[in-house]
């Protein structure tokens, strides 16, 4: 019988079950975001930061950092990242996206705000749902039939410029993740909150950056014990956008994200 030891020795004993929720919750609804400048043998491929598919009624949009979307637009294409293990390339043209909710200081700094939802067309939408999936809090946010016994984790997604290989015109990365303390409670700060999320302790094997993690969601990650299948399982629930990496704090590693308020009071309505 599956049950929360079960659960607690897969967590602490290897990095599979870590992994596999990684990949599941990043193949789905996370990409990677570039800036494609020029044409031809001219062209340049940039790794602009992070976003997250998601879904307002009938419309798709991309949830990133607004910074992340002041270096995109000066470009004349997005590219993002659609299937993993593939080679491949999909491209929108820059003037076809549209800002739809945007919040940013003004002068870039620590505490923002800093969170976007670019709107993307129907034609775009169409293919990269081929691939991928767009989140909706009403489908695929947390389960009501979740049992009372879970184990709560926090998740930061996002593709870290350190572990790509870039070239001109080509970039190999992948969707990486962090998972932190879920007890940390989040802060306000005038009409925002903030997750101040430690992604690596000193005893870690740290990323010296974390910069492409910008834009990239945090999710609350509830584990538990299957009553159909009797294995293990898990549901997840977007409550956050990355948006700015801390100096180190005795040691550790620190990301600043965009709370649960500030992300489902912004969250498009249409």
């Known amino acids: ?10 967590l602490s004993s290897s990095d599979d079950l870590r992994l596999t929720i990684i990949r599941e ?34 419309s798709h949009y991309i949830l990133t950092a607004a910074h992340v979307w002041e270096f995109l637009e000066k470009a004349n294409q997005i590219g993002i990242t659609i299937t993993d293990n593939i080679d491949h390339a999909f491209f929108m043209d820059v003037r076809a996206i549209v800002p739809t909710v945007e919040v940013k200081a003004t ?22 749902k081929a691939f991928k999936g767009f989140y909706s809090p009403a489908v695929d946010g947390e389960s009501v039939d979740l ?3 879970v184990i709560e984790n926090r998740v930061l997604l996002g593709a870290p410029y350190e572990l790509g290989t870039f070239t001109q015109s080509h970039a190999d990365l992948r969707i990486d993740g962090c998972f932190t303390d879920p007890s940390v409670p989040p802060v ?48 997840q629930r977007l409550i956050g956008v990355a948006f700015y990496e801390l100096a180190n704090i005795d040691g550790c590693r620190i990301v600043r994200c965009h709370g649960p308020q500030s992300v489902g009071d912004k969250f498009p309505t249409d």
């Open 25 to 58: 919750i990043g193949g789905r609804f996370a990409v990677a975001l570039f800036a494609k400048s020029g044409s031809g043998e001219a062209s340049q491929l940039e790794l602009g930061g992070s976003g997250t598919l998601v879904m307002a009624g009938e």
């Open 107 to 128: 002068i870039w700094n620590e505490w923002g705000p800093d969170l976007i939802f670019l709107k993307i067309p129907a034609e775009y939408a169409g293919t990269i």
């Open 1 to 10: 019988m599956c049950s929360l030891d079960d659960i607690e020795t897969e």
């Open 147 to 149: 049992p009372k016994e």
């Open 188 to 235: 306000s700060k005038g009409d925002y909150d903030f997750l101040d999320l430690v992604v690596a302790t000193p005893s870690d094997t740290a990323l010296k950056s974390y910069g492409g993690m910008s834009g990239g969601g945090v999710w609350r990650v509830l584990i538990y014990c299957s009553q159909v299948t009797n294995r293990i399982a898990w549901s």
